[in-house]
Structure formats: C-alpha cells, structure tokens
C-alpha cells in the first residue's frame, strides 16, 4: 500500500477523473481507487472526506443527496465545469512532474518498480 | 457493525458537536458501513470485516482543517478520558466507603452528648459525683469519639483520594460510562431525594426538644438533656444524607454536573476558600469550648457556619 507523499498530491486527481463520467458517493470512489490500483493504493476514509471538504470549498464538486436503486440515502459529489479544468490542470502538471523526475529514475529500477 | 459504530462515536468524543462534525461523522459512518457490508457479502468473517474497516479509516487529524476544528483535535489530549472501568470503580468505592465516612461524622457530632448529658444529671441531682469529675469522664469520651471519628474520615476518605482529580479537572468521560451513570443515577434518584427529604425534616424537628423543654419546665438540667436529644437527632440525620448522597454524588462527579461542571472547576479561590473555611470553623468550635468550657452554647456554631457556608457559596458562584 503507498502512502508517500507524492500520491497523497494527486488524491484529487484521481478522485475527479472518477466523477468525470457520473456522479459518485464515497464508498463507491474508494472502491474503485482500489480496483483500479489493483489494491496498491487504497485511500483512508477520514483522506477521502476531508478531499471532497476541501474540493467542494474550492467549487471542484457539488454535493447533493440522492439514492441507489436499493434506496439507501447517501451524499453523492459531481464535478462542476472549475473541477473539471482543476483535473486538466492537474494531468498536465502531471505529465511534466513525471517528465521532470523520470530524468533521475535509473531504466532497470523503472521497470522493476513499475 | 455495532463494534465500528463504537469506534467511531470514540473518535468524536468530546469534540464540538457543530454540524459541519455531525455531518463528517454521518458521511464516515457510510463509508464504513458501505465497506463492511460488502466485506461480509465477499465472504469475510465478522472480526475480518471490522479489522480491515477500522485499520482502513485513517486519522481525524485530517479533518481538523476541513471542519474548523483543528485546535480542538490537536488540545483534545491534554484532557484526560474516564473509561468505563474507572467510572465504574470509582462509584462502587464511593458507596462502600459513604456508610464508613457518614459514621465518622456521627461519631463528631454525638462527642459532646456523654458531656452534656452527665451535666444535665447532674442539675437534675440524679448523680452525685463531683462536677470536675463529670466533666472530666464527659471529655474523655468526647475526645474518644472525636478521634475515632477523625480516624474513620481519614481512613475511608485516603481510600477515594485517588479519585479526587474528578472532583477538580476536567475530563471526559467514556460514552458507555457515561450511559452506565445516566442510568444509576435515574434508577436511585428517588432513594437520594427521598433520603433528603427525611433528613431535612429531621433537621427542622432537631430543634424541638430546645424550644419545647424550657416552655414545659423550669428546670435547667432538662434543656441540656433537651440539647443532647438535638444532637443525636442532627447525628443520624447527617448520617443518612451522607451515606445516601453517595447514591449520587459520584454520578455528578462523572457526569461534571452541578458543584461539579466544568465551569465551577475553573472556580479555584472558592475550592481553596471552603476548605479554610471549615478548618477555621473546627478549631474556632473547639477553642472557644476548651477556653471557656461552654460547650452547652457552643454547638451552636454548626448551624449557624452552615447557613453562612450557603451565603458563601451563592455570593461566589453569582459572581
């Protein structure tokens, strides 16, 4: 499981590429973070929350309540048009800060750790 | 799913119970409950499921920022945490020691009664020995059953010193304790008040056996009997509201209620003030009596440093 402090930048990344498609609640962002990383990376509930706090403070996402199928009420979080360009933003930061630090990784540790 | 419902409800204790912290507890508590239940639907054991729930939630830390309650998290160590054990031990000694520091009370308040009583006899010509020597056998067991008394005070009381933090700081108390007190404190709430009741009447009829004495006779050994009968019945008085209060003076202690809240904690000058108080009030009893040998007036003190203690307390706490 990881948890440096590289990663714990780009939690907002991740979860705003979740909501592009469609809105989303807590448990189910947190699982697909783990599917996705195929359980390399799995973000702690109170990370999670304080990261839709601080998004929805920014104007990122929006919260409204809604429910499943089954009927359990839960908080659902979309992504506003300002989420939308903070994640472009961020994947091209990305792109340079992978750029930037793949001048120091040696080729064999790149594809041991990859 | 009891288990992390718990976990949580500790992690929230004692911080402000704002709505920004309500709502972060109740969206957490989704989160979890989502998580466990789809742990037990993949086949995972109870304990299992709780495990991974309670080691995956991380710390609320975090949240301080986001909820505007960072220097409550970062304080909320510095207050120390009742669990329920402690809780718990703390009102089963309070109770068995209260029958043993309520006699030891008893025991000061009858001291002067042999004294006062041989006196009377001797006014009334019942006895015939010499006064000095009545005196004197009067004030050894006066001084006997002080002492006694003092002893059982100090033995009994040295067995709760170790609680007596929860009379002065601030803490918080575990939420299943807190629950546990709530409840003794409903189920022997009309033990307590009916236990004052009885005492408070006693105490107002205490003074009969005075008043009434010298209206029926003239005779001036019978109003320092009348004395004694008073003395006796203020006695098993005390008696009964000492050992009853302790049905509840301890849920009060740990549930920072009445003498106890957190604002009258803060109130140090008046903690430090009854104190001296009643040592002041003891030895000005005692003095006055040895000096002057008066003691068939000086009783009189206890009452009245009582009522004045009340003016005290409501002048310090109107502040």
Same mark, same amino acid.
């Given at each position: 499981?990881?948890?440096?402090?590289?990663?714990? $930048?780009?939690?907002?990344?991740?979860? %705003?590429? %979740? /909501?592009?498609?469609?809105?989303?609640? $807590?448990? =189910?962002?947190?699982?697909?973070?783990?599917?996705?990383?195929? =359980?390399?990376?799995?973000?702690?509930?109170?990370? /999670?929350?304080?990261?839709?706090?601080?998004?929805?403070?920014? $104007?990122?996402?929006?919260?409204?309540? $809604?429910?499943?199928?089954?009927?359990?009420?839960?908080?659902?979080?979309?992504?506003?048009?300002?989420?939308?360009?903070?994640?472009?933003?961020?994947?091209?930061?990305?792109?340079?800060?992978?750029?930037?630090? =793949?001048?120091?990784?040696?080729?064999?540790?790149?594809?041991?750790?990859? | 799913?009891?288990?992390?419902?718990?976990?949580?409800?500790?992690?929230?204790?004692?911080?402000?119970?704002?709505?920004?912290?309500?709502?972060?507890?109740?969206?957490?508590?989704?989160?979890?409950?989502? +998580?466990?239940? !789809?742990?037990?639907?993949?086949?995972?054991?109870?304990?299992?499921?709780? *495990?991974?729930?309670?080691?995956?939630?991380?710390?609320?830390? !975090?949240? *301080?920022?986001?909820?505007?309650?960072?220097? &409550?998290?970062?304080?909320?160590?510095?207050?120390?945490?009742?669990?329920?054990?402690?809780?718990?031990?703390?009102? #089963?000694?309070?109770?068995?020691?209260?029958?043993?520091?309520?006699? *030891?009370?008893?025991?000061?308040?009858?001291?002067?009664?042999?004294?006062?009583?041989?006196?009377?006899?001797?006014?009334?010509?019942?006895?015939?020995?010499?006064?000095?020597?009545?005196?004197?056998?009067?004030?050894?067991?006066?001084?006997?059953?002080?002492?006694? *008394?003092?002893?059982?005070?100090?033995?009994?009381?040295?067995?709760? !010193? +170790?609680?007596?933090?929860?009379?002065?700081?601030?803490?918080?108390?575990?939420?299943?304790?807190? !629950?546990?007190?709530?409840?003794?404190?409903?189920?022997?709430?009309?033990?307590?008040?009916?236990?004052?009741?009885?005492?408070? &009447?006693?105490?107002?009829?205490?003074?009969?056996?005075?008043?009434?004495?010298?209206?029926?006779?003239?005779?001036?050994?019978?109003?320092?009997?009348?004395?004694?009968?008073?003395?006796?019945?203020?006695?098993?008085?005390?008696?009964?509201?000492?050992?009853?209060?302790?049905?509840?003076?301890?849920?009060?202690?740990?549930?920072?209620?009445? #003498?106890?809240?957190?604002?009258?904690?803060?109130?140090?000058?008046?903690?430090?003030?009854? +104190?001296?108080?009643?040592?002041?009030?003891?030895?000005?009893?005692?003095?006055?009596?040895?000096?002057?040998?008066?003691?068939?007036?000086?009783?009189?003190?206890?009452?009245?440093?009582?009522?004045?203690?009340?003016?005290?307390?409501?002048?310090?706490?109107?502040?």
């Amino acid at each position: 499981m990881i948890s440096s402090d590289v990663i714990r $930048g780009y939690n907002d990344t991740m979860i %705003l590429y %979740l /909501l592009l498609d469609e809105p989303s609640y $807590g448990y =189910e962002i947190s699982k697909r973070i783990r599917e996705l990383t195929h =359980e390399k990376y799995v973000m702690k509930e109170t990370t /999670l929350y304080s990261a839709f706090k601080r998004m929805e403070s920014n $104007g990122y996402i929006e919260s409204f309540s $809604g429910s499943e199928t089954n009927g359990k009420p839960r908080t659902y979080y979309k992504i506003t048009q300002e989420g939308k360009k903070y994640y472009k933003e961020r994947c091209e930061e990305w792109e340079i800060t992978r750029e930037v630090i =793949e001048k120091f990784i040696v080729e064999e540790n790149n594809h041991e750790y990859n | 799913m009891n288990t992390i419902r718990n976990y949580l409800d500790n992690m929230f204790l004692g911080l402000p119970q704002t709505e920004d912290v309500a709502r972060a507890k109740k969206e957490l508590l989704a989160m979890m409950e989502d +998580k466990y239940n !789809e742990l037990k639907n993949n086949g995972k054991t109870e304990n299992e499921a709780i *495990g991974i729930v309670i080691s995956e939630f991380g710390n609320l830390d !975090e949240l *301080g920022d986001t909820l505007g309650i960072k220097q &409550v998290i970062e304080n909320k160590t510095d207050i120390p945490l009742v669990t329920y054990e402690e809780a718990k031990d703390y009102i #089963d000694e309070s109770r068995a020691t209260a029958p043993k520091t309520a006699l *030891g009370v008893l025991l000061c308040i009858i001291s002067p009664v042999t004294l006062l009583f041989l006196i009377g006899l001797k006014e009334l010509n019942v006895v015939h020995a010499k006064e000095d020597l009545l005196i004197a056998a009067g004030l050894v067991v006066l001084i006997c059953l002080v002492a006694t *008394g003092v002893l059982h005070f100090i033995r009994y009381t040295s067995k709760l !010193e +170790k609680y007596e933090y929860l009379k002065f700081n601030v803490f918080e108390l575990d939420y299943k304790a807190e !629950e546990m007190v709530r409840n003794i404190q409903k189920q022997d709430d009309p033990t307590y008040k009916a236990a004052v009741s009885i005492s408070v &009447v006693c105490y107002i009829l205490s003074a009969l056996p005075v008043i009434v004495t010298p209206l029926v006779s003239e005779i001036d050994g019978l109003s320092v009997i009348a004395v004694t009968i008073t003395l006796i019945i203020v006695a098993l008085s005390t008696y009964n509201l000492i050992n009853k209060s302790s049905y509840y003076e301890p849920c009060n202690v740990l549930l920072q209620q009445g #003498d106890y809240s957190a604002k009258n904690k803060s109130n140090k000058t008046f903690q430090t003030v009854s +104190k001296v108080y009643w040592c002041v009030i003891v030895a000005v009893y005692l003095g006055y009596s040895f000096i002057t040998n008066n003691w068939r007036m000086s009783w009189i003190i206890w009452p009245v440093a009582g009522v004045l203690f009340g003016a005290i307390k409501a002048i310090s706490e109107g502040r």
